[in-house]
C-alpha cells in the first residue's frame, strides 16, 4: 500500500462544496483535467503527498539543532503504521541521536532498539513545546541520564523463569509502587502496575524541560493531525487502488510538500 509518488493540484471544482483547500489525487503523474466538473488543469501548482510516517533510525547532523524526537508505531511491530485505525493501540519510545529508540515495556523494562521503527510517526518535542533550548545534544543526555537512574532504582522487578517481570516492593499501605527521583526532585513518577510505554516518554519529557504540565492527553493533541493524516492517506490509496483515476480530498499542511 506505499507509494512513493501521489501527485496533487489544488482545484476549485463547482461539483463539490467547501472546495477552497480540496486537491486531486492521482498516482505518478499530476492530473491534466479534473474528471467532476471537466475543467483543463493548467499552469497549476503541483504537489506531492507525504507518506504519513518516518524512519526512527534516522542519525542528527546537527546536535545543536533544536530536535527531540519521540516515535510512535503501532503495539504489533509486525503490522505496518497504514493499517492504524481508530481503536488500534499504539507503541511508544524515545528517539537519541543516533536513531535509536529507547522504549519501555512491562516485560523487558527498557529496551533500546536500532531496527523496528522504520515505520513511526514522529513528533519533535523541542517544535511542539516550543522549547528551542531543547536541542539534540540536550535530548541526549536527558535520555541517557534518566535512563540509567531508571536502571539504577527499579529494585522492585525480579525477572521469573520465564523472562516476566513479576515482583514488586510493596509500601507499608500495600500499595505497590516505586518511585523514579530526577536529581532535582521535579519528576517523582509513581511506578506502579500501570506503568507503560506512554509514561517512560511522559517522564522524560518532564526531565528534560521542566513542565509539570505535559501528560499522556497533551502527547495525545500532538499526535492526533498525524493519526488523522494517516487515516486520510490509506483512504486515498485504497480509492486510488480501487480504480478511480482520482480522488478529490482536503489535505492538511502536513500532508504536502512541493513537487
Not at 492504524?84 to 522504549?103: P, R, T, W
Not at 518511585?179 to 526531565?207: A, E, R
Request: charged share 15%; aromatic share 10%; glycine share 4%.
Amino acid at each position: 500500500m506505499i507509494h512513493s509518488k501521489i501527485l496533487a493540484v489544488k482545484h476549485s471544482c463547482f461539483n463539490k462544496e467547501d472546495n477552497d483547500e480540496n486537491y486531486l489525487c492521482a498516482f505518478s503523474k499530476s492530473p491534466e483535467k479534473c474528471l467532476q466538473c471537466g475543467t483543463i488543469l493548467k499552469d497549476e501548482i503541483v504537489v506531492k503527498l507525504m507518506l504519513p510516517f518516518s524512519n526512527a533510525h534516522v542519525s542528527i547532523l546537527f546536535p545543536s539543532y533544536p530536535i527531540a524526537k519521540i516515535a510512535f508505531i503501532l503495539s504489533d511491530s509486525s503490522n505496518s503504521i497504514l493499517n492504524y485505525q481508530s481503536n488500534s493501540n499504539l507503541h511508544c519510545g524515545v528517539i537519541d541521536s543516533e536513531g535509536k529508540v529507547y522504549h519501555f515495556t512491562k516485560q523487558y523494562g527498557i529496551s533500546i532498539d536500532s531496527m523496528g521503527w522504520e515505520q513511526s510517526i514522529i513528533v519533535n518535542v523541542s517544535e511542539v513545546t516550543g522549547c528551542k533550548n531543547l536541542t539534540s545534544s540536550k535530548w541526549n543526555e536527558t535520555i541517557h541520564s534518566y535512563v540509567n537512574n531508571l536502571n539504577g532504582s527499579i529494585h522492585s522487578y525480579v525477572n521469573d523463569l520465564n523472562g516476566s517481570i513479576h515482583s514488586y516492593v510493596n509500601d507499608p499501605n500495600g500499595s505497590i509502587h516505586s518511585y523514579v527521583n530526577d536529581p532535582n526532585g521535579s519528576i517523582h513518577s509513581s511506578m506502579n502496575q500501570d506503568y507503560d510505554c506512554l509514561d517512560f516518554v511522559v517522564d522524560i519529557i518532564k526531565y528534560a524541560i521542566n513542565d509539570q504540565e505535559v501528560n499522556r492527553i497533551r502527547i495525545a493533541q500532538w499526535l492526533s493531525n498525524q493519526l488523522e493524516w494517516v487515516l486520510l492517506y490509506t483512504d486515498i490509496i485504497k480509492q486510488l487502488e480501487s480504480g478511480s483515476l482520482q480522488v478529490m480530498k482536503r489535505l492538511p499542511i502536513i500532508a504536502i510538500c512541493q513537487y
